[in-house]
């Protein structure tokens, strides 16, 4: 396996692989952020195919209980694997880890990221990779349903941190 960042000629792949049902989510609106220099879009890829994605936002998390209980702490952001038949392989603790190095890089000593409360998965993963709670927080996002209709989410979140 091989993490990237994505590039432009990405896009189209991701979305034949794993389709965006968001638009602040969708992987050209991830790819824009990261051009713009807000974040960096992480693409594993596996025979010659995305696998998953990880967006690293660089400005942290947009919930403001977040921003004002962890101020200037980035965020790993809507980290999935698919197929879900790759899931507990290692490749999203590769995408955690390469999101680490990428902050330390940047000289900065902590990292976030927020896990639903209905995920305890992804929650017993984070903790092993030494993820700590600090806040509840709503995580609010929208997508489109099947019928084209933007449906409104508000999901019970945590807001988990590690020292670099």
């Known amino acids: 396996m091989e993490i990237t960042e994505c590039r ?17 989510g969708s992987h050209a609106a991830r790819f824009g ?22 967006e690293i936002r660089w400005t942290g998390c947009a919930a403001p209980e977040v921003r ?13 694997v698919w197929p879900a038949s790759l899931r507990s392989q290692g490749i999203g603790a590769a995408l955690v880890h390469t999101a680490e190095r990428l902050a330390r890089e940047r000289g ?19 903790a092993r990779l030494g993820y700590l709670p600090t806040v ?6 929208t997508h489109l349903g099947p019928d084209g209709v933007r449906q409104e989410h508000a999901d019970p979140c945590v807001f988990l941190v590690k020292a670099l």
């Open 33 to 54: 952020r990261q051009r713009a220099g807000e974040s960096t879009y992480l693409i594993p890829w596996l025979d010659g195919g995305p696998v998953g994605h990880a």
């Open 108 to 126: 900065i000593g902590v990292m976030g990221l927020g896990v639903g409360d209905d995920n305890p998965r992804a929650a017993a993963l984070y």
């Open 68 to 80: 004002s209980a962890q101020p200037g702490c980035p965020e790993i952001n809507g980290l999935f």
């Open 136 to 141: 509840a927080y709503v995580d609010r996002w």
């Open 8 to 24: 432009a000629g990405d896009i189209e792949a991701l979305e034949r692989c794993m389709p965006s049902h968001s638009a602040e």
